[in-house]
Protein backbone atom coordinates (compact mmCIF):
# COMPACT_ATOMS: atom_id res chain seq x y z
CA UNK A 1 0.00 0.00 0.00
CA UNK A 2 0.97 3.21 -0.95
CA UNK A 3 2.29 5.75 1.89
CA UNK A 4 -0.14 8.19 2.93
CA UNK A 5 0.65 11.52 3.09
CA UNK A 6 0.63 12.24 6.89
CA UNK A 7 3.10 9.21 6.28
CA UNK A 8 5.00 10.76 3.65
CA UNK A 9 5.26 13.97 6.24
CA UNK A 10 6.18 11.97 9.37
CA UNK A 11 9.20 10.26 7.09
CA UNK A 12 10.37 14.04 6.43
CA UNK A 13 9.79 15.23 9.47
CA UNK A 14 12.36 12.32 11.18
CA UNK A 15 14.62 12.73 8.71
CA UNK A 16 15.16 16.90 8.89
CA UNK A 17 15.07 16.27 12.84
CA UNK A 18 17.83 13.47 12.68
CA UNK A 19 19.99 15.82 10.25
CA UNK A 20 19.67 18.52 12.48
CA UNK A 21 20.43 16.79 15.85
CA UNK A 22 23.29 15.23 13.52
CA UNK A 23 24.43 19.01 12.62
CA UNK A 24 23.70 20.26 16.45
CA UNK A 25 25.89 17.08 17.84
CA UNK A 26 28.69 17.93 15.58
CA UNK A 27 28.80 21.60 16.39
CA UNK A 28 28.92 20.53 20.37
CA UNK A 29 31.68 17.99 19.41
CA UNK A 30 33.78 21.21 17.09
CA UNK A 31 32.82 23.73 19.83
CA UNK A 32 34.38 21.44 22.48
CA UNK A 33 37.28 21.21 20.89
CA UNK A 34 38.20 24.21 20.08
CA UNK A 35 37.37 25.60 23.81
CA UNK A 36 39.84 22.30 24.71
CA UNK A 37 42.51 24.05 22.34
CA UNK A 38 41.96 27.42 23.72
CA UNK A 39 42.46 26.73 27.35
CA UNK A 40 45.03 24.14 26.89
CA UNK A 41 48.22 24.90 29.45
CA UNK A 42 51.55 24.16 27.52
CA UNK A 43 52.52 21.04 28.80
CA UNK A 44 49.45 19.30 27.83
CA UNK A 45 49.79 21.05 23.98
CA UNK A 46 53.33 19.09 24.36
CA UNK A 47 51.28 15.70 24.79
CA UNK A 48 49.03 16.69 22.10
CA UNK A 49 51.30 18.16 19.93
CA UNK A 50 52.97 14.16 19.76
CA UNK A 51 49.36 12.73 18.42
CA UNK A 52 49.51 15.80 15.85
CA UNK A 53 52.77 14.60 14.45
CA UNK A 54 51.23 10.59 14.29
CA UNK A 55 47.98 12.11 12.45
CA UNK A 56 50.05 14.04 10.54
CA UNK A 57 51.89 11.44 9.27
CA UNK A 58 49.25 9.07 8.69
CA UNK A 59 47.25 11.33 6.85
CA UNK A 60 49.83 13.58 4.96
CA UNK A 61 52.95 11.63 4.51
CA UNK A 62 52.24 8.17 4.18
CA UNK A 63 49.81 9.36 1.36
CA UNK A 64 52.06 11.74 -0.11
CA UNK A 65 53.14 8.94 -3.19
CA UNK A 66 49.46 7.77 -3.69
CA UNK A 67 48.68 12.22 -4.18
CA UNK A 68 51.10 12.46 -6.29
CA UNK A 69 50.36 9.15 -8.63
CA UNK A 70 46.93 10.31 -9.12
CA UNK A 71 47.81 13.93 -9.76
CA UNK A 72 50.26 12.86 -12.25
CA UNK A 73 48.42 10.65 -13.86
CA UNK A 74 45.17 13.14 -13.75
CA UNK A 75 47.28 16.06 -15.50
CA UNK A 76 48.36 13.73 -17.77
CA UNK A 77 44.89 12.35 -18.90
CA UNK A 78 43.55 15.76 -18.80
CA UNK A 79 46.14 17.34 -21.26
CA UNK A 80 45.61 14.20 -23.59
CA UNK A 81 42.06 14.98 -23.80
CA UNK A 82 42.35 18.63 -23.97
CA UNK A 83 45.04 18.97 -26.52
CA UNK A 84 43.42 16.65 -29.17
CA UNK A 85 40.77 19.35 -29.54
CA UNK A 86 42.68 22.47 -28.97
CA UNK A 87 45.37 21.33 -31.52
CA UNK A 88 42.58 21.15 -34.28
CA UNK A 89 41.07 24.85 -33.41
CA UNK A 90 44.73 25.89 -32.92
CA UNK A 91 44.91 26.96 -29.18
CA UNK A 92 47.56 25.23 -28.01
CA UNK A 93 48.73 27.86 -25.40
CA UNK A 94 45.35 27.20 -23.13
CA UNK A 95 46.26 24.05 -21.83
CA UNK A 96 48.41 25.51 -19.01
CA UNK A 97 44.68 27.56 -18.30
CA UNK A 98 42.45 24.45 -18.94
CA UNK A 99 44.77 22.72 -16.19
CA UNK A 100 44.67 25.37 -13.74
CA UNK A 101 40.65 25.56 -14.38
CA UNK A 102 39.87 21.70 -14.61
CA UNK A 103 42.71 21.12 -11.76
CA UNK A 104 43.89 23.79 -9.64
CA UNK A 105 40.44 25.07 -9.14
CA UNK A 106 38.29 22.19 -8.80
CA UNK A 107 39.48 18.87 -9.24
CA UNK A 108 42.90 18.87 -7.15
CA UNK A 109 41.41 20.17 -3.93
CA UNK A 110 38.34 17.36 -4.38
CA UNK A 111 40.56 14.29 -5.09
CA UNK A 112 42.76 15.10 -2.29
CA UNK A 113 39.80 15.17 -0.11
CA UNK A 114 38.32 11.93 -1.51
CA UNK A 115 41.90 10.33 -0.93
CA UNK A 116 41.83 11.77 2.44
CA UNK A 117 38.28 10.18 3.01
CA UNK A 118 39.08 7.13 1.61
CA UNK A 119 42.55 6.51 3.63
CA UNK A 120 41.83 8.48 6.69
CA UNK A 121 38.38 9.18 7.93
CA UNK A 122 37.72 5.74 7.66
CA UNK A 123 40.94 4.74 9.71
CA UNK A 124 39.76 7.45 12.12
CA UNK A 125 36.20 6.33 12.63
CA UNK A 126 37.30 2.54 13.28
CA UNK A 127 40.24 3.42 14.94
CA UNK A 128 37.58 6.32 17.61
CA UNK A 129 34.74 3.26 17.61
CA UNK A 130 37.48 0.38 18.96
CA UNK A 131 38.84 2.82 21.13
CA UNK A 132 34.90 3.78 22.79
CA UNK A 133 34.13 -0.17 22.61
CA UNK A 134 37.23 -1.19 24.53
CA UNK A 135 36.57 1.50 27.21
CA UNK A 136 39.63 3.33 25.95
CA UNK A 137 37.55 7.02 25.88
CA UNK A 138 36.34 6.41 29.26
CA UNK A 139 39.02 5.49 30.74
CA UNK A 140 41.17 8.59 29.31
CA UNK A 141 38.05 10.41 30.84
CA UNK A 142 38.33 9.45 34.27
CA UNK A 143 42.05 9.66 34.82
CA UNK A 144 41.54 13.52 33.69
CA UNK A 145 42.16 13.50 29.95
CA UNK A 146 39.43 15.07 27.93
CA UNK A 147 38.85 13.52 24.94
CA UNK A 148 38.37 16.68 23.23
CA UNK A 149 41.94 17.59 23.71
CA UNK A 150 43.54 14.15 23.17
CA UNK A 151 41.77 12.49 20.81
CA UNK A 152 39.69 14.91 18.74
CA UNK A 153 41.88 18.13 18.31
CA UNK A 154 45.20 16.38 16.96
CA UNK A 155 43.06 14.21 14.30
CA UNK A 156 41.12 17.70 13.12
CA UNK A 157 44.62 19.53 13.05
CA UNK A 158 46.18 16.87 11.42
CA UNK A 159 43.72 16.39 8.83
CA UNK A 160 43.76 20.02 7.78
CA UNK A 161 47.88 20.22 7.65
CA UNK A 162 47.93 17.17 6.02
CA UNK A 163 44.94 18.17 3.35
CA UNK A 164 46.74 21.07 2.75
CA UNK A 165 49.63 19.70 1.69
CA UNK A 166 48.45 16.89 -0.26
CA UNK A 167 46.40 19.59 -2.16
CA UNK A 168 49.51 21.39 -3.25
CA UNK A 169 51.14 18.20 -3.71
CA UNK A 170 48.39 16.96 -6.02
CA UNK A 171 48.21 20.83 -7.89
CA UNK A 172 52.15 20.41 -8.48
CA UNK A 173 52.19 17.08 -9.29
CA UNK A 174 48.86 18.05 -12.22
CA UNK A 175 50.90 20.25 -13.54
CA UNK A 176 53.94 18.11 -13.49
CA UNK A 177 51.89 15.35 -15.38
CA UNK A 178 50.54 18.10 -17.97
CA UNK A 179 53.23 19.46 -18.83
CA UNK A 180 55.53 15.82 -19.27
CA UNK A 181 52.52 14.39 -21.82
CA UNK A 182 52.56 18.30 -23.53
CA UNK A 183 56.08 18.37 -23.67
CA UNK A 184 57.31 14.45 -24.73
CA UNK A 185 53.85 13.91 -27.03
CA UNK A 186 52.80 17.48 -28.21
CA UNK A 187 56.30 19.31 -27.93
CA UNK A 188 55.60 22.37 -26.02
CA UNK A 189 58.08 24.26 -24.47
CA UNK A 190 58.04 24.85 -21.08
CA UNK A 191 57.93 28.74 -21.08
CA UNK A 192 54.76 29.03 -22.70
CA UNK A 193 53.44 26.33 -20.52
CA UNK A 194 54.04 28.04 -17.62
CA UNK A 195 53.15 31.62 -18.68
CA UNK A 196 49.93 29.63 -19.63
CA UNK A 197 49.43 28.99 -15.73
CA UNK A 198 50.57 32.17 -14.74
CA UNK A 199 48.25 34.23 -16.72
CA UNK A 200 44.96 31.66 -15.67
CA UNK A 201 46.43 31.87 -12.26
CA UNK A 202 43.82 34.30 -10.03
CA UNK A 203 44.46 35.62 -6.25
CA UNK A 204 41.27 33.50 -5.06
CA UNK A 205 42.85 30.62 -6.80
CA UNK A 206 45.76 31.06 -3.63
CA UNK A 207 43.99 31.79 -0.93
CA UNK A 208 40.90 29.27 -1.65
CA UNK A 209 42.90 26.20 -1.47
CA UNK A 210 44.10 26.91 2.36
CA UNK A 211 40.21 27.52 3.06
CA UNK A 212 39.12 24.44 1.38
CA UNK A 213 41.72 22.74 3.24
CA UNK A 214 40.25 24.11 6.48
CA UNK A 215 36.79 23.73 5.81
CA UNK A 216 36.93 20.13 3.92
CA UNK A 217 39.98 18.46 6.35
CA UNK A 218 37.95 20.00 9.62
CA UNK A 219 34.47 18.27 8.03
CA UNK A 220 36.24 15.17 7.18
CA UNK A 221 37.76 14.96 11.16
CA UNK A 222 35.15 15.57 12.95
CA UNK A 223 32.29 13.86 10.87
CA UNK A 224 34.48 10.72 11.08
CA UNK A 225 35.12 11.67 14.68
CA UNK A 226 31.60 11.61 15.65
CA UNK A 227 30.33 8.75 13.75
CA UNK A 228 33.22 6.69 15.23
CA UNK A 229 32.07 7.76 19.48
CA UNK A 230 28.76 7.37 18.54
CA UNK A 231 28.98 3.47 18.46
CA UNK A 232 27.33 2.37 21.45
CA UNK A 233 27.96 -1.69 22.09
CA UNK A 234 29.17 -4.03 19.49
CA UNK A 235 31.75 -4.33 17.03
CA UNK A 236 29.16 -4.91 14.15
CA UNK A 237 28.31 -0.94 14.91
CA UNK A 238 32.50 -0.27 13.67
CA UNK A 239 31.83 -1.04 9.65
CA UNK A 240 28.39 1.30 9.84
CA UNK A 241 30.30 3.81 11.40
CA UNK A 242 32.72 3.30 8.73
CA UNK A 243 30.28 3.53 5.91
CA UNK A 244 28.12 6.52 7.37
CA UNK A 245 31.83 8.59 7.88
CA UNK A 246 32.33 7.79 3.94
CA UNK A 247 28.55 8.50 3.28
CA UNK A 248 28.63 12.06 5.01
CA UNK A 249 32.03 13.29 4.26
CA UNK A 250 31.70 12.75 0.61
CA UNK A 251 28.07 14.65 0.91
CA UNK A 252 29.44 17.57 3.23
CA UNK A 253 32.81 18.13 1.03
CA UNK A 254 30.85 18.43 -2.20
CA UNK A 255 28.33 20.78 -0.58
CA UNK A 256 31.19 22.94 0.91
CA UNK A 257 32.81 23.15 -2.71
CA UNK A 258 29.86 23.63 -4.54
CA UNK A 259 29.37 26.71 -1.98
CA UNK A 260 32.60 27.84 -2.90
CA UNK A 261 32.70 27.54 -6.42
CA UNK A 262 29.36 29.52 -6.49
CA UNK A 263 30.41 32.63 -4.40
CA UNK A 264 34.13 32.94 -5.24
CA UNK A 265 33.97 32.26 -9.30
CA UNK A 266 29.71 32.37 -9.99
CA UNK B 1 37.13 14.06 50.75
CA UNK B 2 33.24 13.22 50.69
CA UNK B 3 31.40 11.50 47.58
CA UNK B 4 27.28 11.92 47.79
CA UNK B 5 24.99 9.38 45.61
CA UNK B 6 21.61 10.21 44.78
CA UNK B 7 18.69 8.55 43.69
CA UNK B 8 21.32 7.19 41.19
CA UNK B 9 19.42 5.32 38.49
CA UNK B 10 21.52 3.98 35.35
CA UNK B 11 20.70 2.39 31.89
CA UNK B 12 20.84 -1.42 32.26
CA UNK B 13 19.86 -2.96 35.42
CA UNK B 14 16.41 -3.69 35.84
CA UNK B 15 16.51 -4.62 39.57
CA UNK B 16 18.34 -3.95 42.65
CA UNK B 17 19.52 -0.14 43.69
CA UNK B 18 20.29 0.86 40.94
CA UNK B 19 17.02 0.19 38.81
CA UNK B 20 15.11 1.33 42.24
CA UNK B 21 17.69 4.69 42.71
CA UNK B 22 20.85 4.18 44.71
CA UNK B 23 21.60 6.76 47.57
CA UNK B 24 25.34 6.10 49.42
CA UNK B 25 27.82 8.29 51.26
CA UNK B 26 31.35 7.50 51.51
CA UNK B 27 34.65 8.92 51.44
CA UNK B 28 38.23 8.87 52.56
CA UNK B 29 39.69 6.47 54.11
CA UNK B 30 36.75 4.22 53.20
CA UNK B 31 36.53 1.26 50.86
CA UNK B 32 33.37 -0.06 49.28
CA UNK B 33 32.72 -3.26 48.06
CA UNK B 34 30.14 -3.64 45.26
CA UNK B 35 28.87 -7.42 44.76
CA UNK B 36 26.20 -8.23 41.89
CA UNK B 37 26.30 -10.69 39.65
CA UNK B 38 26.92 -9.92 35.34
CA UNK B 39 24.97 -6.88 34.39
CA UNK B 40 23.82 -6.08 37.44
CA UNK B 41 25.44 -2.75 37.05
CA UNK B 42 28.46 -3.03 38.41
CA UNK B 43 30.87 -1.94 35.93
CA UNK B 44 28.30 1.09 35.12
CA UNK B 45 28.17 2.49 38.67
CA UNK B 46 32.14 2.55 38.91
CA UNK B 47 31.99 4.31 35.33
CA UNK B 48 28.93 7.26 36.89
CA UNK B 49 31.15 7.54 40.12
CA UNK B 50 34.18 8.39 37.31
CA UNK B 51 31.62 10.70 35.36
CA UNK B 52 32.07 9.39 32.56
CA UNK B 53 28.74 7.40 32.68
CA UNK B 54 25.78 9.38 32.32
CA UNK B 55 23.11 8.44 34.69
CA UNK B 56 19.42 8.10 34.15
CA UNK B 57 18.30 9.93 37.51
CA UNK B 58 20.01 11.30 40.40
CA UNK B 59 23.53 12.41 40.48
CA UNK B 60 27.22 11.32 42.03
CA UNK B 61 28.77 14.88 43.97
CA UNK B 62 32.26 14.97 44.34
CA UNK B 63 35.07 17.46 44.12
CA UNK B 64 35.85 18.43 40.95
CA UNK B 65 39.76 18.64 41.24
CA UNK B 66 39.11 15.01 42.93
CA UNK B 67 42.02 12.46 41.47
CA UNK B 68 40.48 9.73 39.66
CA UNK B 69 41.99 5.76 38.75
CA UNK B 70 39.73 3.52 37.11
CA UNK B 71 40.97 -0.21 36.40
CA UNK B 72 38.31 -1.85 33.98
CA UNK B 73 37.77 -5.59 34.42
CA UNK B 74 38.48 -5.45 30.41
CA UNK B 75 39.75 -3.39 28.61
CA UNK B 76 40.70 0.16 29.31
CA UNK B 77 44.30 0.41 27.99
CA UNK B 78 45.19 2.52 24.86
CA UNK B 79 45.98 0.10 22.06
CA UNK B 80 47.10 2.24 20.43
CA UNK B 81 50.38 3.05 23.06
CA UNK B 82 52.88 1.17 24.86
CA UNK B 83 51.84 0.21 28.12
CA UNK B 84 54.65 2.32 29.55
CA UNK B 85 53.06 5.21 27.45
CA UNK B 86 49.44 4.40 28.98
CA UNK B 87 50.83 4.86 32.31
CA UNK B 88 52.75 7.75 31.71
CA UNK B 89 50.20 9.75 29.88
CA UNK B 90 47.69 10.90 32.56
CA UNK B 91 50.38 11.84 34.67
CA UNK B 92 51.93 13.69 31.92
CA UNK B 93 48.38 15.12 31.22
CA UNK B 94 48.41 16.58 34.54
CA UNK B 95 51.76 18.50 34.34
CA UNK B 96 54.27 15.87 35.37
CA UNK B 97 57.39 16.00 33.44
CA UNK B 98 57.95 13.33 31.51
CA UNK B 99 61.32 11.56 32.84
CA UNK B 100 59.03 12.63 36.00
CA UNK B 101 56.69 10.09 34.83
CA UNK B 102 58.40 7.47 33.51
CA UNK B 103 60.23 6.44 36.72
CA UNK B 104 56.93 6.55 38.46
CA UNK B 105 55.15 4.39 35.88
CA UNK B 106 58.60 2.05 35.66
CA UNK B 107 58.41 1.89 39.61
CA UNK B 108 54.41 0.86 39.40
CA UNK B 109 55.08 -1.68 36.93
CA UNK B 110 58.71 -2.91 38.67
CA UNK B 111 56.10 -3.60 41.72
CA UNK B 112 53.78 -5.40 39.82
CA UNK B 113 56.39 -7.22 37.84
CA UNK B 114 56.13 -5.66 34.54
CA UNK B 115 59.03 -4.50 33.77
CA UNK B 116 60.05 -5.86 30.79
CA UNK B 117 56.46 -5.40 28.93
CA UNK B 118 56.80 -1.87 29.32
CA UNK B 119 57.25 -1.46 25.85
CA UNK B 120 54.88 -3.67 24.17
CA UNK B 121 51.38 -2.59 23.01
CA UNK B 122 48.48 -4.04 24.81
CA UNK B 123 47.60 -6.32 22.06
CA UNK B 124 50.86 -8.32 22.45
CA UNK B 125 49.81 -8.48 26.12
CA UNK B 126 48.02 -11.21 28.04
CA UNK B 127 44.68 -11.21 30.23
CA UNK B 128 46.73 -11.16 32.81
CA UNK B 129 49.50 -8.60 32.18
CA UNK B 130 46.46 -6.15 30.94
CA UNK B 131 44.74 -6.77 34.18
CA UNK B 132 48.22 -5.85 35.95
CA UNK B 133 48.91 -3.08 33.54
CA UNK B 134 45.32 -1.49 34.40
CA UNK B 135 46.46 -1.61 38.43
CA UNK B 136 49.98 -0.75 37.62
CA UNK B 137 48.28 2.45 35.54
CA UNK B 138 46.44 4.04 38.67
CA UNK B 139 49.13 3.10 40.89
CA UNK B 140 51.34 5.28 39.12
CA UNK B 141 48.18 8.10 39.27
CA UNK B 142 48.14 7.84 42.48
CA UNK B 143 44.32 9.04 42.76
CA UNK B 144 42.52 10.11 45.55
CA UNK B 145 39.53 7.70 44.35
CA UNK B 146 40.27 4.30 43.35
CA UNK B 147 37.58 2.61 41.31
CA UNK B 148 38.39 -1.05 40.64
CA UNK B 149 36.23 -3.40 38.39
CA UNK B 150 37.00 -7.34 39.59
CA UNK B 151 40.99 -6.62 40.19
CA UNK B 152 42.02 -9.93 40.94
CA UNK B 153 40.06 -11.64 37.55
CA UNK B 154 42.83 -13.49 35.48
CA UNK B 155 45.29 -13.00 37.35
CA UNK B 156 48.05 -15.75 38.33
CA UNK B 157 48.60 -17.16 42.10
CA UNK B 158 51.79 -16.05 42.26
CA UNK B 159 50.42 -12.36 41.42
CA UNK B 160 48.12 -12.34 44.29
CA UNK B 161 50.45 -11.22 47.03
CA UNK B 162 51.60 -8.50 45.26
CA UNK B 163 48.42 -7.30 43.86
CA UNK B 164 46.35 -7.85 47.45
CA UNK B 165 49.49 -5.84 48.92
CA UNK B 166 48.57 -2.62 46.86
CA UNK B 167 44.89 -3.28 47.46
CA UNK B 168 45.77 -2.79 51.38
CA UNK B 169 48.21 -0.59 50.66
CA UNK B 170 45.25 1.97 49.33
CA UNK B 171 42.58 0.93 51.63
CA UNK B 172 44.98 2.16 54.84
CA UNK B 173 45.58 4.95 52.98
CA UNK B 174 43.62 8.00 54.87
CA UNK B 175 43.91 10.36 52.11
CA UNK B 176 41.97 7.78 49.57
CA UNK B 177 38.66 6.07 48.74
CA UNK B 178 38.62 2.91 47.18
CA UNK B 179 35.45 1.11 45.30
CA UNK B 180 35.74 -2.61 44.34
CA UNK B 181 33.34 -3.75 42.22
CA UNK B 182 33.26 -7.61 42.02
CA UNK B 183 31.12 -11.09 41.38
CA UNK B 184 33.15 -12.78 43.80
CA UNK B 185 32.44 -10.99 47.28
CA UNK B 186 34.76 -13.96 49.01
CA UNK B 187 37.83 -13.07 47.58
CA UNK B 188 37.77 -9.27 49.64
CA UNK B 189 36.74 -10.82 52.78
CA UNK B 190 39.54 -8.22 54.34
CA UNK B 191 37.81 -5.33 52.58
CA UNK B 192 36.05 -2.56 54.97
CA UNK B 193 32.83 -2.61 56.33
CA UNK B 194 31.03 -0.51 53.36
CA UNK B 195 29.23 -3.06 50.90
CA UNK B 196 26.91 -2.79 48.30
CA UNK B 197 25.01 -5.59 47.05
CA UNK B 198 23.33 -4.45 43.77
CA UNK B 199 21.54 -8.19 43.25
CA UNK B 200 19.68 -7.12 46.52
CA UNK B 201 15.34 -7.20 45.57
CA UNK B 202 14.62 -5.68 48.56
CA UNK B 203 15.24 -1.88 50.07
CA UNK B 204 17.57 -2.24 53.62
CA UNK B 205 15.80 -0.52 56.12
Redesign the interface.
Known amino acids: MAPTLLELSRRTGRAVRHFLEVRGDLAHLVGRTLRGWMFMDLRRFRVVNEQVRLQIKFTGIDALALVVAVGLGLGAVTVIQAFTQLSALGAEDYIGPILVLIVIRELGPLLAAILVIGRSATAIAAELASMKLNDEVDALEAFGIDPHQYLLLPRAIGAVVSLFALMACFDAAALAGGFLVARIRFGLPLGPFLDGVRGALTHADLWITPLKAFLFGGAIAFHAAYYGLAVQRSQTEIPQAVTRTVVACFGVVFVFDGLLAALVYG | MRIVIEGLRLEGPTRGPLARGLDLTFGAEQALLVTGSSGSGKTRLL?AL????HPLAGRVERESHL????A?G???????STLLQNLT??L????M?REAAVERAEEAMAQLGLGPVGELRPHALSDRQRKLGSLA?VLA?DPDLV?LDEPLEALDPRDLPKVRAVLEAWTTDPAKAVVVATERAEDHADLGALRLDLDEDEETP
Do not use: E
Open positions: KAGTARVGLLRGGLLMNLPRFQGKRFL
